[in-house]
T-cell receptor, first 115, second 114 residues
């Protein structure tokens, strides 16, 4: 079974620029998550999709962050404009269904540096 | 709302020594509990999980964890550490309903001395 694919692996941008990250979950996984992991901290949930609908985006800074999951498969996370404090690893994870017996599978993440 | 505390930011052990990483959680019902490991530049890999049943859970790479409801703890243990275990370890608590989202602790970085 192929894992969760993310691209790019690394990105360096200047503040106020825009950036987009892409995630392809495991085939058949209905639930997709984007986490932000700042250096020295645990991952923090940004947004959760169930198929192509948003389940939880309570911690997504909606003035600059947006995410979509068209057709319930791939997802993109966008930041516009980026700030220095957005420097972090952005992790995508997927799960078979939203429920207790399904663990997450994480991708390798995209490391964003904002200078 | 759930929360997780990992009291130890860094732990150093000698290769072959035993290991215990602490995790305390807060949740109003029976939680789902997880331990993940993250090597440098890598994503998170699931070591083990607890949903219900036997409170001693076996995981991959020789790790185990024990759920203690009375202490709100889910400590990770390994009887003999290998140099390749050096990594960052995250405890997570999952909600048992609603969004089922996970909340992660701040992590414990493990260093292994040869």
């Amino acid at each position: 079974e192929a894992g969760v694919a993310q691209s790019p692996r690394y990105k360096i941008i200047e503040k106020r620029q825009s950036v987009a990250f892409w995630c392809n979950p495991i085939s058949g996984h209905a639930t997709l998550y984007w986490y932000q992991q700042i250096l020295g901290q645990g991952p923090k949930l940004l947004i959760q999709f169930q198929n192509n609908g948003v389940v939880d985006d309570s911690q997504l800074p909606k003035d600059r962050f947006s995410a979509e999951r068209l057709k319930g498969v791939d997802s993109t996370l966008k930041i516009q404009p980026a700030k220095l404090e957005d420097s972090a690893v952005y992790l995508c994870a997927s799960s078979l269904e939203r429920g207790r017996n399904y663990g997450y599978t994480f991708g390798s993440g995209t490391r964003l540096t904002v200078v | 709302a759930q929360s997780v505390t990992q009291p130890d930011i860094h732990i150093t052990v000698s290769e072959g020594a035993s290991l215990e990483l602490r995790c305390n959680y807060s949740y109003g019902a029976t939680p789902y509990l997880f331990w993940y490991v993250q090597s440098p530049g890598q994503g998170l890999q699931l070591l083990l999980k607890y949903f219900s049943g036997d409170t001693l859970v076996q995981g991959i790479k020789g790790f185990e964890a024990e759920f203690k409801r009375s202490q709100s703890s889910f400590n990770l243990r390994k009887p003999s550490v290998h140099w390749s275990d050096a990594a960052e370890y995250f405890c997570a608590v999952g909600a048992a309903s609603g969004t089922y989202k996970y909340i992660f602790g701040t992590g414990t970085r493990l260093k292994v001395l040869a």
